[in-house]
């Protein structure tokens, strides 16, 4: 179609439109009918308004779960490390007992000559809350632990938060988060 055709339709098609309607008003006698050619100001802002409100609370449940899976994830790599501590010392790894020291930052995985194998920083804002005890032995082939007779209790927090999480450390060695 051309432009010139076109143009010469639509006015056809809403001529033809119109009419239906007026046939329609006339044959169920609606009366003072009238037809909205948009939203109202009043529409508009309520609309824009919610959309608002719902983005911003899906931000903060957002970076709620976001702030939640980071200390999750940073327990699991403490948890990771006590567990790679407990397996080599029951499989006799260079035949010796293997540690992981504490401090508040940071955790180390050493063997009984203070070889540090692998090191976990932890991300910043968090620290590691151990009590008095600054390493964790595994002995030789049962992989129990002595300090923790009763069994320990790590806590990881988030620095200004009330986020925390807590790793318990079995007699057996058994690491449970």
């Not at 449940?61 to 790599?77: C, F, I, K, M």
């Not at 151990?130 to 790590?154: H, K, N, W, Y």
Request: charged share 15%; with cysteine; proline share 2%.
């Amino acid at each position: 179609m051309t432009n010139l055709q076109s143009n010469t339709i639509s006015p056809i098609i809403i001529r033809f439109v119109n009419l239906y309607i007026n046939k329609f008003i006339r044959k169920f006698k609606i009366e003072n009918l009238s037809f909205s050619s948009g939203f109202s100001l009043m529409e508009v802002l309520v609309a824009i308004s919610l959309v608002g409100l719902m983005s911003v609370g899906s931000m903060i449940a957002y970076g709620r779960v976001r702030q939640q899976e980071e200390l999750s994830s940073t327990v699991s790599q403490i948890a990771q490390l006590l567990n790679l501590a407990r397996v080599r010392s029951v499989a006799g790894d260079n035949d010796s007992t293997w540690k992981v020291v504490l401090t508040s930052t940071v955790v180390f995985l050493q063997d009984d000559t203070n070889t540090t194998f692998e090191q976990y920083a932890l991300p910043t804002g968090f620290n590691l809350d151990f009590g008095s005890i600054t390493q964790v032995e595994f002995r030789r082939a049962s992989g129990r632990v002595d300090v923790c007779e009763p069994g320990c209790i790590l806590t990881v927090e988030r620095t200004g938060s009330t986020d925390t999480h807590q790793l318990g450390i079995l007699y057996t060695g058994v690491v449970e988060y």
